[in-house]
């Protein structure tokens, strides 16, 4: 633990928060895609199914049980609850073009090729591209409303935070995992564009708008 790892597990938790207070708060799923909700509920239960398996320490387990938990439930808001007010019509991404490649080379490029760690692969992989169907429904709608802005920018910014937790482990431990940083360096790149429209004009209480 140090403290970029800490930081970008609060600024993921906060990223969450947002998210699920701007839907109960507004009982509305308006501008916020189902695919890319999906695809994390995927992605945090592959790779936490080690819950069962090992036990590392209270903080990360408990961390596990609140991903796995609150993207299910995110979920269950968007295509249950508040099933009225979720836009399919924009949110019109094909996620297989996402699972596919993830499954391809989970299978080929991974640790170990046992069933638990192709799984983790897998996690890892679809997690870097898996805002794309939020992204391309904002850049299709061509704006964002500055609640869903702060929930992109929340998320972009744990994931740039990991970066840097990766950074210091290699300078200080001499750990590092190849898979995740290329992973995590695609992911952080597919947030680029945003953090310059959300600097510059959320944050002086512009509403933002991406190119179609």
């Known amino acids: 633990m140090n403290i970029f790892r800490i930081i970008g597990d609060l600024s993921h938790l906060l990223a969450i928060i947002i998210l699920l207070r701007k839907i109960w708060k507004t009982r509305s799923c308006a501008g916020i895609s189902g695919k890319s909700q999906i695809l994390f509920a995927l992605v945090y239960t592959t790779r936490y199914l080690d819950l069962v398996t090992t036990y590392v320490s209270l903080y990360n387990t408990v961390m596990k049980i609140i991903f796995i938990a609150v993207s299910i439930a995110t979920c269950y808001l968007i295509y249950m609850k508040f099933k009225a007010t979720y ?126």
């Open 87 to 212: 836009d399919h019509n924009h949110d019109t991404f094909r996620i297989e073009f996402l699972l596919a490649p993830a499954v391809i080379l989970a299978l080929l490029i991974n640790h170990d090729f046992t069933f638990l760690e192709i799984l983790w692969t897998f996690s890892i992989y679809l997690e870097s591209v898996a805002i794309l169907p939020q992204l391309f429904m904002v850049s299709k709608t061509g704006e964002a409303e500055s609640i869903t802005s702060h929930y992109l920018f929340a998320l972009g910014s744990y994931r740039a935070l990991y970066i840097l937790n990766w950074i210091y482990r290699y300078h200080n431990e001499e750990i590092y995992d190849l898979i995740a940083i290329v992973a995590g360096i695609v992911q952080t790149a597919l947030y680029c564009d945003f953090f310059y429209l959300y600097i510059t004009k959320v944050l002086r209480g512009k509403k933002l708008q991406l190119p179609a």
